[in-house]
């Protein structure tokens, strides 16, 4: 059973913010937070402060998941057969929950062990040619705007399609609509078009390892291009913003900063 560490969590996504002294980076987490509420976009992308506390747990075990399955597939990738990965996934699994801070909860451990030996020995993807795991996409686009992020597993699945996996725990599957509208895959669509000059059509996958499912949809060219302009628009705005204004409401409970805010309502900066 693994044991418990002081670790805060994870940290989010790797965006270059203006303290760094660097260009700044834009994805599709940083652009929805920026039109959340600008002054937690400028704590964690712009200032870059440790967050306060944690993300909600239910995040943190996503978080443990991908670790586990990120560690198999790395294997595959390296020519191990899928099924012959349980063990490096179940310990990458014991070493992430531990990372995140995870309650040591037996029950709860064995479930996450469960659902991470079934996907492997389930293989509901069906793994074709890997062409990344942990992919991380970046591009230049809209009058010199950088944005990048990483995608779970990218696959070859022939000699013109390329599939983006998105590994998710939610107990609840979108659908094929759903994913077809989907900022993060399509402007990962748009990447992988760019990236691999071979492809003309991209699938995009949800997979539901508690569900034991998956939900597969080809992105549409002309959704990929509006979600581009749109996270473009709010990227320009982002880098051209100095006040950050706050946005208190709804967001405020899962916010890691709210301690910290003096917009925040006094139940989300007392919450734990």
Not at 121 to 140: H, N, T
Not at 148 to 160: A, I, T, Y
Not at 184 to 195: I, P, R, T
């Amino acid at each position: 059973m693994p044991t418990k560490s002081s670790n805060s969590g994870s940290s989010g996504d790797p965006i270059l913010g203006a303290s760094s002294g660097k260009k700044r980076r834009h994805s599709v987490s940083s652009c929805n937070e920026y039109e959340r509420c600008p002054r937690r976009y400028e704590y964690g992308y712009v200032l870059r402060l440790p967050q306060d506390r944690h993300v909600p747990t239910a995040w943190r075990y996503g978080s443990v998941v991908h670790a586990a399955l990120e560690a198999a597939y790395k294997k595959v990738l390296r020519g191990v057969p899928l099924a012959q990965t349980k063990p490096v996934a179940l310990a990458a699994l014991s070493a992430a929950w531990v990372k995140e801070d995870m309650p040591d909860d037996a029950e709860w451990i064995a479930r996450a062990e469960e659902v991470v030996a079934d996907a492997i020995e389930k293989d509901p993807i069906g793994v074709a040619e890997i062409l990344g795991v942990e992919q991380y996409f970046k591009s230049s686009m809209n009058a010199g705007l950088e944005f990048g992020g990483f995608s779970d597993l990218v696959l070859r699945r022939d000699e013109r399609t390329v599939e983006i996996v998105d590994h998710k725990v939610t107990s609840h599957a979108s659908t094929a609509e759903d994913l077809q509208m989907n900022a993060q895959l399509n402007l990962y669509g748009f990447f992988a078009l760019e990236k691999y000059s071979w492809a003309d059509r991209v699938v995009v996958t949800h997979h539901y390892p508690p569900l034991r499912s998956t939900v597969s949809a080809e992105l549409l060219p002309e959704k990929m291009q509006e979600v581009v302009a749109s996270l473009g628009g709010l990227a320009r705005q982002a880098e051209a913003d100095t006040e950050f204004a706050p946005c208190p409401g709804e967001y405020c409970s899962s916010c890691p900063w709210a301690d910290r805010c003096d917009a925040a309502p006094e139940s989300a900066r007392s919450a734990k």
